[in-house]
């Protein structure tokens, strides 16, 4: 890249970086002491602010750079990513945003609580949910390392992408601890509004260069991606055997049922005032969203088109700089103004992307860890000190200046381990990277928020089954998978300790965490509570008694 492009790419990044810094320390101006500020922003926002603000959250990197990256590079079988994203919020809309906006108060944990007991039940909840954050942190930190690498030409070393992931880490952490969801809904708005118009631009060039003729579009990807006519047919990633299809399969349960279960969306619907104000924020995420993923459609064929498969992949292997690639390419070529504006623009908007989904995971994650972790370790040693409960009726924390210092540090670890494991996964696809935190989202959080509602049998040991049943078994078969060791694009690609065939645990892990939820309540010696459920159910369909 020319001095060009990275000078007028980083100039519009500061730019960004210094609006979001003056909306953080705008919203910190009431430096958010209490649960309810720290977590939910005071619930003042309007479903359409939370609703740009849930699209926000959930049009990251991957969705930007990693699968228009797996169209280029895969055509019909990257288009799965798009589609499962897509149809996962009818998940949302039907049968969670409601009713987790009526049961909980601020995480996952709050919703179980409101109908379970023990206290392990919301510990481990918070377990699960930290997990998952994690994961999609690891993701969004991979993206702004192959966004500085192809800043810098791609030839940059290690010390400039850690430098690069470590700057990102330490944004995301100042956004969480000064500004809290305030903050954060706010920037999340902001970048929802530049991603959009930056990817409707690329959509709208792509398709003015073939005079708005998909057919044509098409027709010319399958003839520049060295692929031929297959790149239009079903089984180019997915078709190579037996693995490959379950692998397919297994995917796509994974992003089908996992946004149910994303922490820092379940969190959103905490922002709002009402149930009903949290599902029209999904119905106004659901528009935002969808014409979203249409266009990383066209952006993905296009860039097979305009820049071609061999070029995307010699570029990076993984596919993450389609974009950038396709936007310098419409506006010129490296050596034109237009192709520097362009790429500039398009590496800006990436990196505005990556602050503001890390920052939205972050808050969530820190938010498990002192709502849900140390508040339940704190809660249990008052009633072992006093002999008597801690805990309120439905679970809530009794205390909250504490908790909340608690969240901040935690947003601080989290942030430095996020980093860690980034550099650690820098060769692998983001899009794909999202799709194992979605697996395990699906795995452990969905069958016990489900059965929590749903589910007049469900107990304490089948929650604590659920959870563990889930999350254990998925985060395992990564582990033994190829995305770790035995092939020539996983983690360790020197090792071979792989025995499971698929790489990506949903097929098998999501039925595990679902039939572990059943297998523990209905070998539960402790039957369950009607009195807890009947109260669970008046809640979550009237919202009576909702924080």
Not at 150 to 170: C, F, K, Y
Request: hydrophobic share 55%; proline share 4%.
């Amino acid at each position: 890249m020319t001095g060009e492009h990275q000078k007028l790419a980083l100039l519009l990044f500061c730019a960004f970086v210094a609006l979001t810094l003056a909306i953080t320390l705008w919203a910190g101006r009431r430096r958010p002491g209490s649960p309810e500020e720290f977590y939910a922003g005071g619930r003042l926002f309007s479903p359409m602010e939370n609703g740009f603000a849930i699209s926000g959250d959930y049009m990251s990197a991957a969705s930007f750079l990693g699968i228009s990256g797996l169209i280029a590079l895969y055509g019909y079988d990257g288009v799965l990513y798009s589609v499962g994203f897509l149809v996962a919020w009818l998940v949302v809309l039907l049968l969670v945003a409601e009713l987790v906006r009526n049961c909980g108060r601020f995480t996952l944990a709050d919703v179980v609580a409101s109908r379970l007991r023990r206290p392990q039940v919301r510990f481990a909840a918070g377990i699960s949910s930290v997990t998952v954050s994690v994961l999609y942190l690891v993701a969004q930190m991979v993206g702004a390392g192959s966004l500085v690498v192809l800043l810098a030409g791609g030839h940059t070393g290690t010390g400039t992408r850690t430098a690069a992931v470590a700057g990102v880490g330490a944004l995301m952490v100042t956004y969480v601890v000064l500004g809290g969801m305030r903050a954060t809904t706010w920037i999340q708005i902001v970048k929802a509004v530049l991603l959009l118009a930056g990817a409707l631009t690329l959509t709208v060039l792509v398709l003015l260069r073939f005079h708005g003729d998909p057919g044509a579009l098409l027709e010319a990807a399958a003839g520049r991606s060295g692929h031929g006519a297959d790149f239009l047919a079903p089984g180019l990633a997915y078709g190579g055997g037996l693995a490959d299809r379950l692998d397919f399969l297994s995917l796509g349960i994974a992003l089908v049922l996992g946004t149910a279960g994303l922490p820092h969306i379940l969190a959103r619907f905490s922002t709002v005032p009402t149930a009903t104000a949290a599902r029209r924020s999904v119905i106004w995420s659901i528009g935002l969203i969808g014409g979203f993923y249409l266009m990383t459609i066209v952006l993905g064929f296009g860039a097979a088109a305009l820049v071609g498969g061999d070029a995307v992949r010699a570029d990076d292997p993984s596919g993450n700089t389609a974009v950038p690639l396709l936007a310098l390419g419409l506006g010129g070529g490296a050596a034109s103004t237009g192709g520097t504006v362009l790429f500039a623009v398009v590496a800006a908007v990436a990196f505005a992307t990556i602050l503001a989904v890390v920052a939205g995971i972050t808050l969530a994650s820190s938010a498990s860890v002192a709502h849900d972790l140390y508040a339940t370790v704190r809660r249990s040693r008052a009633r072992r000190r006093a002999g008597r409960t801690a805990q309120g009726p439905d679970g809530e924390s009794a205390g909250g200046a504490g908790e909340v210092a608690v969240a901040r540090v935690a947003a601080a670890v989290i942030g430095a381990l996020a980093i860690g494991l980034g550099l650690l996964a820098r060769d692998l696809n983001v899009a794909f990277l999202v799709g194992l935190a979605f697996a395990v989202a699906a795995s452990a959080n969905l069958p016990v928020l489900l059965y929590a509602l749903f589910w007049r049998r469900f107990t304490d040991r089948g929650a604590l089954w659920a959870l563990y049943g889930g999350l254990g078994p998925a985060v395992l078969l990564v582990v033994f998978s190829p995305v770790v060791s035995g092939s020539p694009d996983a983690l360790f690609p020197g090792a071979d300790f792989h025995v499971f065939p698929l790489q990506n645990p949903g097929l098998v892990s999501v039925p595990l965490g679902f039939f572990a939820g059943w297998l523990g309540t209905v070998t539960s010696a402790e039957p369950a509570d009607p009195v807890r459920h009947a109260k669970t159910q008046v809640r979550a369909l009237t919202g009576a008694g909702a924080a």
